[in-house]
C-alpha cells in the first residue's frame, strides 16, 4: 500500500504536457533522474551509463535508452509486423511485453543468471545451433564479457543469413579508444574504473570497428538525424541526443 502510495505521489509531482512515455503514455513536466554516480562516467561523458536527468518514466519505469530502442524497432524495422524468431539476451521488461504482445514472435528469453528468463545461457558459448534466430537483441551485456569478440561471433554464429542484431552498450564519445582491463576483479577497482562493479570496459568510438572485425555490418543509426519518428524537434519522448542505436546485419 505504501509503495502504491509513493508511486502515484511520484507521478503526480512530474505530471504535465512536456514529454511523453511511448511505452505508458504518461506525459510529464520531466522524467527522473537515473543512472550510476560514478565520476569516471563524468569525466568521460558514458552515454547510457552515467546519472543523468529527465531518463526514468516515474510510471511505468522505462528509462531513456529503452525508450529509443523501442522507437528504433518500431519506425525502423518491421519485427512488429512479421512472424521472426527472436533471442532477448538480458531482457528489458517493457521490450519483452512489446514483442510478445505481437502474438507473431517466436520469443525466448536468455540470460546467464536465470531469474526471470526462459533460458539460463552464456552469451559466448550459444546452446543453439548455427542460423537459429532472425533477430537477437543483447543490450549493455558485452561491457561485462572479458572476450567480447568471441560474444559477437556467437552472436553472429546463431543469426541466420540477413538475419539482424541490436548490440547496445554504454560509450564514451570523447575518448579515442575503448578503455578495457580484464585483469581488474576487485568490484571497488572495477567501478572506479568503468563505472561498474562487472563492468571490465568504456567502449569508445571503435565500438564500430570491433563489430565489424566479426563480420557484420553495421547500421550506426543516430536518431537526431531524423527525429521526425523519434519526438520531433522538441524531443517529446525525453531521449538522449547523444544515445546511437548499434543495429547489426549478418551478410
Known sequence: MLDSLRHQFRKF?????????????????????????????????????????NALCPSCNAIDRHRLLYLFLKNKTDIFQRAAKVLHVAPEPAIRERLLATGRIDYLSADLIPDGVMVQMD?????????????????????NIPDDRLAMREVSRVLRPGGWAILQVPVSYTSARTDEDASVVDPRERERRFGEA????????????RLQSV????????????????????NRYGLNANEHVYQVFKP
Not at 562487472?198 to 570497428?209: F, K, L, S, T
Not at 563480420?215 to 522538441?234: H, I, L, M, Q, Y
Request: aromatic share 14%.
Open 13 to 53: 509531482r512530474a505530471a504535465g504536457n512536456r514529454y511523453e512515455c511511448p511505452f505508458c503514455g504518461f506525459r510529464a513536466r520531466e522524467f527522473l533522474e537515473f543512472g550510476l554516480p560514478f565520476k569516471v562516467l563524468l569525466d568521460k561523458q558514458v552515454v547510457g551509463g552515467g546519472v543523468r536527468k
Open 123 to 143: 552469451i559466448t558459448q550459444i546452446q543453439y545451433p548455427d542460423a537459429s534466430f532472425d533477430v537477437v537483441i543483447c543490450n549493455h551485456v558485452l561491457g
Open 198 to 209: 562487472h563492468q571490465i570496459r568504456i567502449y569508445g568510438p571503435d565500438y564500430v570497428e
Open 215 to 234: 563480420g557484420f555490418k553495421v547500421n550506426d543509426f543516430v536518431w537526431t538525424r531524423e527525429p521526425e519518428s523519434f519526438g520531433g524537434a522538441d
